[in-house]
Nanobody
Framework: QVQLVESGGGLVQAGGSLRLSCEAS????????MAWFRQAPGKEREFLAL????????NYADSAKGRFTISRDNAKNTVYLQMNSMKPEDTAVYYC???????????????WGQGTQVTVSS
């Protein structure tokens, strides 16, 4: 079992940056793949990025490549999402999730945070 709590969301102007954090409880954090997803109103939950258990491997959706960076600090049980050059279409609720193996499909992730709202103004 792992519990996830996101933080760092808020209001940012287009072109600005924001860093999201997701802190996990439990001693097995380092055994999980960690991922970030987002969901805008009326849309399906969208994969953004994932990082392997030791941070050695990452994968990004096309919408995140070149602007977002995922990283993790296993000593702090925390995964991050650095978002740069933000656009109004990045407005959504952002979620972190944990899974014991690689996947970009939301429905396969057993553990989720409560989400944090990100709003990008034009």
């Amino acid at each position: 079992q792992v519990q996830l709590v996101e933080s760092g969301g808020g209001l940012v102007q287009a072109g600005g940056s924001l860093r999201l954090s997701c802190e996990a409880s439990g001693r097995t954090f380092s055994s999980y793949y960690m991922a970030w997803f987002r969901q805008a109103p009326g849309k399906e939950r969208e994969f953004l990025a994932l990082v392997s258990w030791n941070g050695g491997s990452t994968n990004y959706a096309d919408s995140a490549k070149g602007r977002f960076t995922i990283s993790r600090d296993n000593a702090k049980n925390t995964v991050y999402l650095q978002m740069n050059s933000m656009k109004p279409e990045d407005t959504a609720v952002y979620y972190c999730a944990a899974k014991g193996s690689y996947s970009t499909t939301p429905s396969t992730y057993p553990y989720w945070g409560q989400g944090t709202q990100v709003t990008v103004s034009s």
